[in-house]
């Protein structure tokens, strides 16, 4: 499964990326306003840092205007991908921009049959959001297997990119289900290295160490 990284503070994804644990790059609106940047410079600053896909979000809801975001937002570097809303107007900027061979990414998807419209549209990226389904008391993970397994059944090739994940626990969760990608926090990326038997085990061998003055260098 790869990761990608949900935010626009560069800091966070540079130190990630030095470690190998960033495919990819997500943005939202929300997140470019909590970063404080504009979003042209900050998605330019991002592109140059990652080798994989960065998503940047179009700002408006009619798919002419779509359109024509889109392809200033392609032009900021060829590892853009598009990401339009899942409504009927995204959907048509989604055939159009990836008939043009952009990267698309169809966002705040909720439903099975509302994936099932993004791959026959084209999209290289579906992003089914599986936290703010929990929020209202639903299985976002059950969504995810659901795409998983529609996806499969008729070979489409658009990548399943969980999305508004919380938790370390929804990371191995997609993982097990077969999500393309994952896109998480930063923080929610770090999370997934901590046990606390690890904790536990450490603190024993710290103590032995001192009792038994073991040294390396
Ligand atoms: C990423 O593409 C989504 O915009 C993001 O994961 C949404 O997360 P949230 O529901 O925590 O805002």
Known sequence: MKFFVDTAEVDAIAE?????????????????AKSGRDILEVTKEICDMVEGPVSAEVTATDADKMIEEGRKLAKIAVNIAVKVPLTWDGL?????????????????????????????????????????LDDINLDGLELIADIREIYDNYGFDT?????????????????KIGADVATAPPAVIKAMANHILTDKGLAAFLAD????????V
């Open 159 to 175: 990548q399943i990119l969980a999305a508004s994940i919380r938790s370390a626990n929804h990371m191995s969760e997609c993982a």
């Open 16 to 32: 990630l990326n030095a470690l190998g644990m960033v495919d990819g790059v997500t943005t939202n609106p929300s997140l470019i």
């Open 92 to 132: 048509k900027a989604c055939k159009v921009l990836s008939g043009e061979g952009n990267m698309v990414n169809v966002t705040l998807c909720f439903s099975a049959n509302q994936a099932l419209l993004a791959a026959k549209a084209g999209a290289t990226f579906i992003s089914p959001f599986i936290g703010r």
């Open 209 to 216: 160490i001192e009792k038994a003055n073991i040294k390396i």
